[in-house]
């Protein structure tokens, strides 16, 4: 008996032991575990900061997103607000029904899950919580196979119960949404809701959280897009188990489960979508890195550009931002992976107006282009090419092209990579619509190409220098040249020139209604020419020999009025005006300037025409108010430049001048066409302006301004020798107005945007110039211009 009890006794001492040995080595391997002796265990740090890469956000100034940087991961951040109950429900009912109930381990799932990892069987599944599958997320598994499965598993324990600890469980659940690929470009829920039905998170239905959340399980096997029926299945098995789980009633089950999909996909892609230039311009200038002389070439070309380059780094702080602020761990910013909340001043209401206005003129102006050349005999290239000078431009096409180059690397000579440019096949080719696969030969394509019109647009509170809206072009994906800006893409500016000359009169004391002989003028050596030269205009008119105000001569762009201007100064005075009113762009002082020759943006056309809105100040146009981190911290806030660049005086005259172009002069369109100016509807908007039009018609401007806003638009083809070859259709008046016209018509018709209608130029209290111009010699209807002069 007594040996029974002492039997017994080691017994009872031997499962304690072997208790407690269990107890004590799994404690000591949890600990071991926890310190990373099994292999990587994030610190506390890296728990509280888990990385996560996340798009850069850009922001319209009305609060709408413009697009996304990034690379590899499109991903945004949503907060737990933003998530739609439904879909926080659906996540709990079909992931982990005791998410609530737990620290981070379901200790009723415990079961499966170690028959799973012991068998090695992972589909089992069924005990991974929200926590553990996050962790997962947070820190992947390097090994799926094996011992290393079994450690990482534990692993995924720990980390998971130490998640709990750090965040409250709907950061969790956010963290966990916020993180997981739902494919097709979609990283994380913002952006899985925007791709599959064009929503935010907090707007999914009850079926479309379903939905997604039954892609949790395996995106790839359930991806909406791929397999439907497949995703129909996994979304009403979520369903089911939000009914079975009292979320929704067993009315709300069934009819939600016999609901189609109805997906809305529409994958993000950085060149769809609006203001594809202006985001392009953004992206380029906040990585932009310190210019250095090596990197640039050695023509006239990169001279300007490298200097241009220099000046934006050491004065403009977005220029390179990414890379002359450091992070707190002292490394740079990355615009794709940090995501950065940028807040623009662009306008969504008006970048919008803006792009329609574009397509809607040029697709109505490129048919009759079309039309026009049809019959030259180098077609698309006027008539004013020779035969050799349009094949040498067409060569020269043929051999940019990466069809040449990959036929050229192929070993095949130049003979037979013409012969191949001769045949017909079926091609991608761009239209308004979208590329449509056409029959048509690889030289065919390149001439459809050329003669493609493009339209660049800027518009500017010219109080603020806020930029509200940014056309580079009109078809990004075929060009991506920003015609706005870009250093490599500047245009004759014609007519358009002819104000600053006739500031510098303004600032000389000579008055708009002063009258000045409208006859030839001719420029001898003696105003720095080798050769003379007359300045006459473009038609002849009744007025010709008469004398004229400088009123009229600028309302009808008169070339030898303004000739008569530039006889009295010189082209340095008239190039010094120039760039106090922001032209920064390389200006040879000629005597012919005023005509427009000089190579110029509309970047800086704009910027300079606001100082005739903004009474005499300049201010440097500005794309960016502040930029934030992710969480939402101030990273950054930027300002207004502003200088005093003319007079106050001077700048109303130059207003009272300019309006007379749009009110009897070459802009008169803006009234009798698109009654953007003129009284009607009960109200009436002041408009300044001046029409451009350069040599053959090639570049077509329009640059206008109210107390509020300017704006400018220029029209062209990439080659200057494709263009109308009479004026009446060539000029900027028809060319480039048209999209001004629209684009004012559609911002005063929205009552959202605030802009007044009955506000006038504020004439400053001091002036004393007599503006009652007597044009008593001048008939006001038989005057008005039939063309825009050009040089």
């Keep these: 008996m007594v040996a029974v009890k002492k039997s017994r006794s080691n017994v009872i001492r ?38 996560s890469v996340v798009a850069t956000e850009i922001i319209t100034t009305d609060n709408k997103t413009l697009g996304r940087f990034y690379k590899d991961e499109n991903r945004s951040l949503a907060e737990f607000k933003d998530l739609s109950p ?5 996540l709990i009912a079909t992931e982990d029904e005791r998410f609530y109930g737990h620290s981070g381990i379901d200790l009723k799932s415990f079961g499966r899950a170690v028959k799973g990892i012991l068998t090695g069987d992972s589909s089992s599944g069924g005990g991974s919580t929200i926590s553990q599958q996050l962790a997962k997320l947070l820190f992947p598994r390097e090994s799926n196979s094996g011992l290393k499965l079994i450690i990482r598993k534990f692993r995924e324990w720990v980390i998971a119960v130490k998640l709990e600890r750090s965040y409250t469980k709907e950061e969790i ?29 907090d707007a999914l239905t009850l079926e479309q959280a379903a939905l997604l959340v039954g892609m949790l399980k395996n995106p790839f096997l359930y991806n909406p897009t791929r397999f439907e029926d497949r995703a129909l299945q996994r979304r009403n098995v979520v369903l089911h188990q939000m009914y079975k789980n009292k979320y929704i009633t067993k009315q709300e089950f069934e009819k939600s489960k016999v609901l189609p999909l109805n997906i809305q996909f529409q994958r993000e892609e950085l060149k769809k979508g609006i ?34 380059d220099s000046i934006a780094w050491a004065t403009d702080p977005l220029y390179g931002w990414c890379n002359k602020n450091r992070k707190p761990d002292g490394e740079a910013y990355d615009l794709y992976k940090d995501g950065l909340k940028i807040y623009t001043t662009i306008d969504y209401r008006m970048q919008k107006y803006a792009e329609e206005s574009v397509e809607t003129h040029l697709k109505s102006l490129q048919p009759k282009l079309n039309e026009h050349i049809r019959g030259f005999k180098n077609s698309p290239f006027s008539n004013d090419l020779t035969d050799e000078q349009a094949e040498k431009m067409i060569m020269n096409e043929i051999t940019r092209s990466e069809r040449y180059k990959s036929m050229k690397a192929e070993g095949k000579s130049k003979e037979e990579i013409l012969r191949e440019f001769n ?29 493609h019109l493009s339209s660049s647009f800027m518009a500017m509170d010219p109080r603020t220098g806020e930029v509200k809206a940014w056309v580079g072009g009109s078809a990004y994906g075929f060009t991506e040249i920003d015609m706005v800006k870009s250093s490599t893409f500047k245009r004759q500016v014609g007519s358009t020139c002819k104000p600053f000359l006739y500031t510098l009169a303004m600032q000389n004391g000579i008055s708009p209604c002063e009258k000045v002989p409208n ?61 106090q009113m922001g032209v920064y762009s390389n200006i040879t002082a000629v005597p012919s300037m005023f005509l427009g020759t000089a190579e110029i943006t509309l970047y800086e056309m704009v910027a300079a025409y606001s100082v005739f809105a903004n009474k005499g100040v300049y201010t440097t146009p500005m794309i960016v108010t502040r930029i934030e981190d992710k969480n939402g911290n101030l990273l950054a ?13 001077t700048a109303y005259l130059m207003t009272y001048l300019l309006q007379g172009v749009v009110r009897e002069g070459t802009g008169v369109r803006l009234a009798t066409t698109y009654e953007v100016f003129k009284d009607y509807g009960g109200f009436k908007a002041p408009f300044a302006g001046k029409t451009g039009t350069t040599q053959n018609q090639s570049d077509g401007w329009f640059v206008g301004f109210t107390p509020e806003l300017v704006a400018g638009v220029w029209t062209g083809a990439n080659y200057r020798s494709i263009h109308f070859e009479d004026i009446s259709r060539g000029q900027g008046s028809n060319t480039a107005l048209p999209v ?13 945007l605030g802009l007044s209608q009955n506000f006038e130029f504020e004439k400053p209290a001091y002036m004393t110039v007599d503006l009652n111009c007597d044009e008593t010699d001048v008939d006001s209807e038989t005057s008005k211009p039939e063309y825009d002069d050009f040089f």
Aim: charged share 20%; net charge positive.
């Design 14 to 51: 031997i499962i304690w032991v072997l208790v407690g040995t269990i107890i004590v080595s799994t404690i000591l391997f949890f600990t071991l575990i926890s310190n990373g002796v099994f292999g990587f265990m994030p610190t506390f740090k890296e728990l509280e900061n888990p990385k």
């Design 86 to 90: 439904n879909l926080v429900k659906a």
């Design 173 to 201: 659940i956010t963290m966990y949404l916020n993180k997981f690929e739902f494919i097709n470009g979609a990283f994380g829920v913002q952006v899985a809701a925007r791709t599959y039905f064009n929503k935010t998170p």
């Design 275 to 308: 203001a594809p230039y202006f985001r392009k311009y953004l992206e380029r200038t906040m990585i932009a890195s310190q210019p250095k002389r090596s990197d640039y070439g050695k023509s006239a070309l990169s001279e300007q550009k490298y200097h241009e």
């Design 423 to 451: 045949k017909r096949q079926l091609l991608p080719v761009y239209t308004w619509s979208g590329y449509k696969d056409t029959l048509i030969s690889p030289l065919d394509s390149i001439k459809y190409y050329l003669k």
């Design 519 to 579: 006859v030839p003028v001719t420029f001898t050596e003696a105003d720095g020419l080798d050769a003379p030269w007359t300045a006459n205009n473009s038609s002849k008119t009744d007025y010709d020999g008469k004398m004229v105000s400088l009123r009229w001569g600028l309302a009808n762009s008169v070339n030898q009025v303004s000739a008569y201007l530039m006889k009295q100064f010189n082209p340095e005075a008239m190039k010094k005006v120039m760039q």
């Design 637 to 649: 806030t930027f300002q207004p430049k502003k200088r005093d660049a003319i007079d106050e005086q």
């Design 740 to 752: 001004f016209g629209r684009f004012f018509k559609k911002v005063f018709a929205d009552p959202t």
